[in-house]
T-cell receptor, first 110, second 108 residues
Framework: NAGVTQTPKFRVLKTGQSMTLLCAQD?????MYWYRQDPGMGLRLIHY???????AKGEVPDGYNVSRLKKQNFLLGLESAAPSQTSVYFC?????????FGPGTRLTVL | QQPVQSPQAVILREGEDAVINCSSS?????VHWYRQKHGEAPVFLMI?????EQKGHDKISASFNEKKQQSSLYLTASQLSYSGTYFC?????????FGKGTSLLVTP
Protein backbone atom coordinates (compact mmCIF):
# COMPACT_ATOMS: atom_id res chain seq x y z
CA ASN A 1 0.00 0.00 0.00
CA ALA A 2 1.96 3.00 -1.32
CA GLY A 3 -0.55 5.68 -0.27
CA VAL A 4 -0.11 8.85 -2.32
CA THR A 5 2.82 9.02 -4.72
CA GLN A 6 4.04 11.92 -6.84
CA THR A 7 6.17 11.95 -9.97
CA PRO A 8 8.72 13.48 -10.41
CA LYS A 9 10.32 14.42 -7.08
CA PHE A 10 12.39 17.24 -8.57
CA ARG A 11 12.28 19.16 -11.83
CA VAL A 12 13.95 22.20 -13.32
CA LEU A 13 12.22 23.96 -16.19
CA LYS A 14 13.01 26.95 -18.35
CA THR A 15 10.47 29.73 -18.68
CA GLY A 16 7.88 28.80 -21.28
CA GLN A 17 8.35 25.06 -21.07
CA SER A 18 5.48 22.77 -20.20
CA MET A 19 5.25 19.78 -17.92
CA THR A 20 2.83 17.47 -16.15
CA LEU A 21 3.00 16.39 -12.53
CA LEU A 22 1.46 13.02 -11.78
CA CYS A 23 -0.28 12.09 -8.55
CA ALA A 24 -1.44 8.55 -7.87
CA GLN A 25 -3.25 7.07 -4.89
CA ASP A 26 -4.10 3.46 -4.14
CA UNK A 27 -6.60 4.07 -1.34
CA UNK A 28 -9.68 4.38 -3.56
CA UNK A 29 -10.31 7.93 -2.37
CA UNK A 30 -12.84 10.06 -4.18
CA UNK A 31 -11.36 13.46 -3.39
CA MET A 32 -7.97 14.62 -4.60
CA TYR A 33 -6.19 17.97 -4.34
CA TRP A 34 -3.20 19.89 -5.65
CA TYR A 35 -1.50 22.44 -3.40
CA ARG A 36 1.53 24.64 -3.76
CA GLN A 37 3.68 25.58 -0.81
CA ASP A 38 5.83 28.67 -0.80
CA PRO A 39 7.89 30.00 2.13
CA GLY A 40 5.69 31.88 4.58
CA MET A 41 2.53 31.26 2.53
CA GLY A 42 1.35 27.93 3.85
CA LEU A 43 -0.50 25.50 1.60
CA ARG A 44 -2.55 27.07 -1.14
CA LEU A 45 -5.09 25.05 -3.07
CA ILE A 46 -4.64 25.05 -6.85
CA HIS A 47 -7.33 22.66 -8.07
CA TYR A 48 -9.27 19.77 -6.64
CA UNK A 49 -11.47 16.90 -7.75
CA UNK A 50 -14.42 15.28 -6.01
CA UNK A 51 -14.47 12.25 -8.26
CA UNK A 52 -13.37 10.72 -11.54
CA UNK A 53 -14.01 13.08 -14.44
CA UNK A 54 -14.56 16.15 -12.23
CA UNK A 55 -12.29 19.07 -11.43
CA ALA A 56 -12.74 22.45 -9.76
CA LYS A 57 -10.65 25.57 -9.21
CA GLY A 58 -9.09 26.36 -5.90
CA GLU A 59 -7.53 29.51 -4.53
CA VAL A 60 -4.68 29.90 -7.05
CA PRO A 61 -5.64 28.13 -10.31
CA ASP A 62 -4.17 30.54 -12.88
CA GLY A 63 -1.46 29.01 -15.05
CA TYR A 64 -2.42 25.43 -14.17
CA ASN A 65 -4.73 22.80 -15.63
CA VAL A 66 -5.76 19.45 -14.19
CA SER A 67 -7.35 16.22 -15.29
CA ARG A 68 -8.86 13.28 -13.43
CA LEU A 69 -9.48 10.66 -16.09
CA LYS A 70 -9.02 7.78 -13.67
CA LYS A 71 -10.06 7.73 -10.04
CA GLN A 72 -6.57 6.91 -8.82
CA ASN A 73 -4.74 9.61 -10.80
CA PHE A 74 -4.79 13.40 -10.67
CA LEU A 75 -2.59 15.28 -13.13
CA LEU A 76 -1.41 18.85 -12.79
CA GLY A 77 -0.23 20.59 -15.95
CA LEU A 78 1.78 23.73 -16.50
CA GLU A 79 1.35 24.86 -20.11
CA SER A 80 3.90 27.66 -20.10
CA ALA A 81 5.98 27.70 -16.94
CA ALA A 82 6.87 31.01 -15.29
CA PRO A 83 9.40 31.74 -12.52
CA SER A 84 6.46 32.55 -10.21
CA GLN A 85 5.53 28.87 -10.39
CA THR A 86 8.73 27.85 -8.63
CA SER A 87 7.37 26.04 -5.59
CA VAL A 88 6.88 22.73 -3.83
CA TYR A 89 3.76 20.99 -5.09
CA PHE A 90 1.83 18.60 -2.89
CA CYS A 91 -0.92 16.28 -3.95
CA UNK A 92 -3.40 14.90 -1.43
CA UNK A 93 -6.35 12.57 -1.36
CA UNK A 94 -8.97 12.35 1.31
CA UNK A 95 -11.20 9.88 3.01
CA UNK A 96 -13.91 11.37 5.23
CA UNK A 97 -12.15 14.33 6.83
CA UNK A 98 -8.49 13.30 6.74
CA UNK A 99 -6.23 14.34 3.89
CA UNK A 100 -3.27 12.13 2.99
CA PHE A 101 -0.40 13.97 1.34
CA GLY A 102 2.15 12.80 -1.16
CA PRO A 103 5.88 13.48 -0.64
CA GLY A 104 5.88 16.58 -2.85
CA THR A 105 7.52 17.74 -6.08
CA ARG A 106 10.09 20.51 -5.95
CA LEU A 107 9.82 22.54 -9.14
CA THR A 108 12.22 25.29 -10.16
CA VAL A 109 11.48 27.51 -13.16
CA LEU A 110 14.45 29.46 -14.46
CA GLN B 1 -10.31 32.86 2.83
CA GLN B 2 -7.16 31.87 4.61
CA PRO B 3 -7.45 31.47 8.41
CA VAL B 4 -5.01 33.46 10.54
CA GLN B 5 -2.60 31.62 12.79
CA SER B 6 -0.65 32.97 15.74
CA PRO B 7 2.08 33.03 16.73
CA GLN B 8 4.11 32.71 13.53
CA ALA B 9 6.91 30.98 15.36
CA VAL B 10 7.68 29.71 18.83
CA ILE B 11 10.75 28.20 20.46
CA LEU B 12 10.33 25.95 23.48
CA ARG B 13 12.50 23.96 25.76
CA GLU B 14 11.64 20.30 26.11
CA GLY B 15 8.84 19.87 28.65
CA GLU B 16 7.33 23.35 28.20
CA ASP B 17 3.80 23.99 26.97
CA ALA B 18 2.62 25.96 23.94
CA VAL B 19 -0.64 27.17 22.42
CA ILE B 20 -1.21 27.81 18.73
CA ASN B 21 -4.27 29.77 17.69
CA CYS B 22 -6.29 29.75 14.50
CA SER B 23 -9.03 32.23 13.69
CA SER B 24 -11.34 32.76 10.77
CA SER B 25 -13.45 35.66 9.54
CA UNK B 26 -16.28 33.37 8.48
CA UNK B 27 -18.46 30.81 10.21
CA UNK B 28 -16.82 27.44 10.64
CA UNK B 29 -18.18 23.91 10.73
CA UNK B 30 -14.87 22.26 11.40
CA VAL B 31 -11.20 22.94 11.97
CA HIS B 32 -8.43 20.57 10.94
CA TRP B 33 -4.90 20.48 12.30
CA TYR B 34 -1.82 19.16 10.47
CA ARG B 35 1.86 19.00 11.32
CA GLN B 36 4.68 19.14 8.80
CA LYS B 37 8.23 18.20 9.69
CA HIS B 38 11.03 19.79 7.72
CA GLY B 39 11.30 18.33 4.23
CA GLU B 40 8.28 16.08 4.69
CA ALA B 41 4.62 16.11 3.77
CA PRO B 42 1.95 17.42 6.16
CA VAL B 43 0.39 14.80 8.40
CA PHE B 44 -3.13 14.90 9.84
CA LEU B 45 -3.36 15.43 13.60
CA MET B 46 -7.04 15.89 14.33
CA ILE B 47 -10.33 17.42 13.31
CA UNK B 48 -12.70 19.38 15.50
CA UNK B 49 -16.33 19.59 14.56
CA UNK B 50 -18.89 22.22 15.41
CA UNK B 51 -19.93 21.86 19.05
CA UNK B 52 -16.82 22.93 20.97
CA GLU B 53 -15.58 19.36 21.17
CA GLN B 54 -12.07 18.95 22.46
CA LYS B 55 -9.86 16.32 20.90
CA GLY B 56 -6.53 14.82 21.82
CA HIS B 57 -3.58 13.21 20.10
CA ASP B 58 -0.90 12.01 22.48
CA LYS B 59 -0.18 15.13 24.58
CA ILE B 60 -1.54 17.42 21.90
CA SER B 61 -5.13 18.57 22.28
CA ALA B 62 -7.31 21.19 20.66
CA SER B 63 -10.49 23.13 21.20
CA PHE B 64 -12.94 24.76 18.84
CA ASN B 65 -15.12 27.74 19.65
CA GLU B 66 -17.47 28.14 16.71
CA LYS B 67 -19.03 31.32 18.13
CA LYS B 68 -15.67 33.03 18.11
CA GLN B 69 -14.65 31.20 14.93
CA GLN B 70 -11.45 30.15 16.64
CA SER B 71 -9.51 27.02 17.40
CA SER B 72 -6.52 26.49 19.65
CA LEU B 73 -3.96 23.70 19.62
CA TYR B 74 -2.41 22.85 22.98
CA LEU B 75 0.96 21.13 23.18
CA THR B 76 1.65 19.89 26.68
CA ALA B 77 5.06 18.86 28.03
CA SER B 78 6.57 19.29 24.60
CA GLN B 79 8.94 16.69 23.20
CA LEU B 80 11.69 17.12 20.62
CA SER B 81 9.50 15.22 18.16
CA TYR B 82 6.91 18.01 18.30
CA SER B 83 9.16 20.30 16.26
CA GLY B 84 7.69 21.24 12.91
CA THR B 85 5.20 23.56 11.31
CA TYR B 86 1.59 23.35 12.40
CA PHE B 87 -1.21 24.26 10.04
CA CYS B 88 -4.87 24.75 10.72
CA UNK B 89 -7.33 24.16 7.91
CA UNK B 90 -10.88 25.46 7.74
CA UNK B 91 -13.61 23.98 5.64
CA UNK B 92 -14.41 25.51 2.27
CA UNK B 93 -16.97 23.34 0.55
CA UNK B 94 -15.16 20.19 -0.57
CA UNK B 95 -11.70 21.50 0.27
CA UNK B 96 -9.74 23.20 3.05
CA UNK B 97 -8.22 26.64 3.41
CA PHE B 98 -4.95 26.35 5.28
CA GLY B 99 -3.34 29.02 7.41
CA LYS B 100 0.24 30.13 6.82
CA GLY B 101 1.48 27.89 9.59
CA THR B 102 3.19 28.19 12.97
CA SER B 103 6.78 27.06 13.19
CA LEU B 104 7.52 25.25 16.44
CA LEU B 105 11.03 24.39 17.57
CA VAL B 106 11.58 22.32 20.69
CA THR B 107 15.12 22.44 22.06
CA PRO B 108 16.78 20.10 24.57
Amino acid sequence: NAGVTQTPKFRVLKTGQSMTLLCAQDMNHEYMYWYRQDPGMGLRLIHYSVGEGTTAKGEVPDGYNVSRLKKQNFLLGLESAAPSQTSVYFCASSYLNEQFFGPGTRLTVL
Amino acid sequence: QQPVQSPQAVILREGEDAVINCSSSKALYSVHWYRQKHGEAPVFLMILLKGGEQKGHDKISASFNEKKQQSSLYLTASQLSYSGTYFCGTDSGYALNFGKGTSLLVTP
